[in-house]
Nanobody, 124 residues
Framework: QVQLVESGGGSVQPGGSLRLSCAASGRTFSMYAMAWFRRAPGKEREFVATISRSPDITVYADYVKGRFTISRDNAENTLYLQMNSLKYEDTAGYYC?????????????????WGQGTQVTVSS
C-alpha cells in the first residue's frame, strides 16, 4: 500500500521560507515522478511543481518559478519542496502526489497517490 505523508508546513511572514517534505512508502520511489499541488480556500487544486524519475527533470508553475525548488532523495524515499520568498497568495494546503509513471506531468490526472496535505499560511 502506497503512503505519502507530508510535513513541514506552518505559518510564516511574507518573504520567509519553508521546506516541505513528503515521506513515501509502498513502492519503488525512484521509479516514479512526484509532484506538489496546492489548494487555497475556495479555489480548485492547482499544480505547483513536478520532478521526473532520473534524470530528475523538473517543471514549475509560472507563479512559483524562481522561488520554489522541488527535489527528491531516492535513498530516503523523500520528496521536498523548498519555498522561498513566500507571498500571501501562497497560502494553501500543499499536497504530495505520486505519479503513474516516471514522466513528470503538470496535470493531476498524471498522479494516482495523494498525501493528506500540510498547511502553509503566509501572514504578517
Amino acid at each position: 500500500q502506497v503512503q505519502l505523508v507530508e510535513s513541514g508546513g506552518g505559518s510564516v511572514q511574507p518573504g520567509g521560507s519553508l521546506r516541505l517534505s513528503c515521506a513515501a512508502s509502498g513502492r519503488t520511489f525512484s521509479m516514479y515522478a512526484m509532484a506538489w499541488f496546492r489548494r487555497a480556500p475556495g479555489k480548485e487544486r492547482e499544480f505547483v511543481a513536478t520532478i521526473s524519475r532520473s534524470p530528475d527533470i523538473t517543471v514549475y508553475a509560472d507563479y512559483v518559478k524562481g522561488r520554489f525548488t522541488i527535489s527528491r532523495d531516492n535513498a530516503e524515499n523523500t520528496l521536498y519542496l523548498q519555498m522561498n520568498s513566500l507571498k500571501y497568495e501562497d497560502t494553501a494546503g500543499y499536497y504530495c502526489a505520486g505519479g503513474v509513471s516516471g514522466v513528470a506531468y503538470s496535470r493531476d490526472n498524471g498522479y494516482v497517490y495523494w498525501g493528506q496535505g500540510t498547511q502553509v499560511t503566509v501572514s504578517s
